[in-house]
């Protein structure tokens, strides 16, 4: 039974699908948006955040890290790393007192999974919930995927999938035909402005939207919508053009927001979009009427 890294479990979801929901997200991801929620799940490997509101500065992690990576800023008062150096041992996560540091992923086996997930199955039951997997992007962890949508099949749960659809046509058929909901992330219908927003092209996503429509797969396209990126009428216009080409008359708008901003900080990374304002339900009602106008249901 193969093995995955997966950096959180979240229970009772309600905006991941149908009903109740297990939410469970798994590392990796081939995009790399510069909106991102999640920037700790875009690398396979475990990653350490350090929270400096939760620092004292007792040097611990310091004198206990084996690559000598870790150095006190007594002028910034806060520790840095030095990433190169950095072997992802742990012992600063164990080391800290006060929970400065923070390991985000771990190798899961798959039973650990589905015994965390089967715990909610009565909740599932009741409000027609389930399991949806996060991430990242899950089908970059295929081998861990297909045996974990295998066992939870057997036990009559309910899946569900957020995906970019960046992955193989092979991969991503072999995946779709056992997940009961494909949540498709779409990002712009421009290929030159998607590669500016997320480091990668479109085509991808559009030959597997195309499969998955053509096949009959259970499809909710989703868009987040990003200020200055892909917020406008013509953008609006682009999207609806594809979803009426693959049979699509349903649509889900996800607000920018800023609820990720402090990761980036705590991984030592820049975000494009600090300072940006985040919108609301209400910022996109003209947007949401060009869908309609086009004989498309959105929703937020």
Known sequence: MSKGVVFNIQKFSIHDGPGIRTTVFLKGCPLRCKWCANPESQRMETEYLYDVKKCVGCGYCVAVCPQKALSFDAHAGRIRKDHDRCIHCGKCT?????????A?????AVDEIVKACLEDQPFYEESGGGVTISGGEGMMQPEFLGELLDALKEKGIHTAIETTG????????????????????????????????????????????????????EILCRIPVIPGFNDSREDALGFAKILKENGLD?????????????????????????????????????????????????FV
């Open 166 to 217: 960046v992955v193989s046509p092979e991969i991503f058929q072999s995946l779709a035909a056992k997940l009961d909901l494909l949540l498709f992330d779409l990002k712009h219908p421009d290929d030159s402005m998607h590669r500016k927003g997320t480091g990668v092209s479109n085509s991808q996503i559009f030959e597997n939207l195309c499969w998955a429509c053509q096949n009959n797969h």
């Open 250 to 298: 349903r649509v889900q708008l996800l607000c920018f927001h800023q609820m990720g901003a402090r990761k980036y900080e705590m991984l030592e990374r820049d975000y494009a979009y600090k300072g940006t304002q985040a919108l609301r339900k209400e910022d996109l009602s003209d947007y949401i009427q060009v869908f309609k106008e086009e004989g498309i249901d959105a």
């Open 94 to 102: 164990k080391a800290c007192l006060y929970g400065a540091w923070k």
């Open 104 to 108: 985000e992923g771990r190798e899961s």
